[in-house]
């Protein structure tokens, strides 16, 4: 794990307030499924921080419209500190997926549909099995296909 994303990790889970739902397992499974999703095209740097940054500004574990938005807006915050090292770039496209990794089904970028795809292939957690047609990825529509939910599910 990169230094930056393990500070970041830390950091955003001492943080955190709320229940176990949006927490430091499912970050931790995003980041799982992005190492998992990686192919050269994707930036992995925005991957991983975005793991641990998309659902970190929630006020809710339910129904919260606008996590996203307030996740893109708290890393300009954490440019000068955690985020220094970053290029301006990289920034731009995290703040990206964290903005729309609720509401746009594809975006044509593979770093960011790679964000979109490891959020969704975690959704069994919440009882919801990932449909591969949802996915943004070749990669990850494969592995949704052959995910055994059921047994993640425990059913």
Aim: glycine content about 6%.
């Amino acid at each position: 794990m990169h230094p930056i994303i393990e500070k970041i990790r830390r950091y955003v889970h001492a943080q955190w307030t709320l229940g176990a739902v949006h927490g430091i397992r499912h970050w931790d499974r995003v980041y799982e499924n992005d190492q998992k999703l990686l192919t050269p095209d994707v930036n992995p740097l925005v991957v991983e921080l975005f793991a641990y940054l998309h659902d970190s500004c929630r006020v809710d574990d339910g129904e919260d419209s606008y996590h996203g938005q307030r996740a893109a807006e708290w890393i300009e915050i954490l440019r000068p500190t955690f985020l220094k090292d970053v290029p301006d770039d990289d920034i731009r496209l995290l703040q990206e997926a964290c903005r729309l990794h609720t509401t746009v089904a594809k975006t044509g970028n593979p770093t960011i549909d790679t964000c979109f795809d490891a959020d969704r292939l975690d959704l069994w957690r919440v009882g919801i099995v990932p449909d591969p047609e949802k996915m943004a990825t070749e990669k990850g529509k494969e592995i949704a296909r052959h995910t055994d939910y059921d047994s993640l599910m425990g059913l």
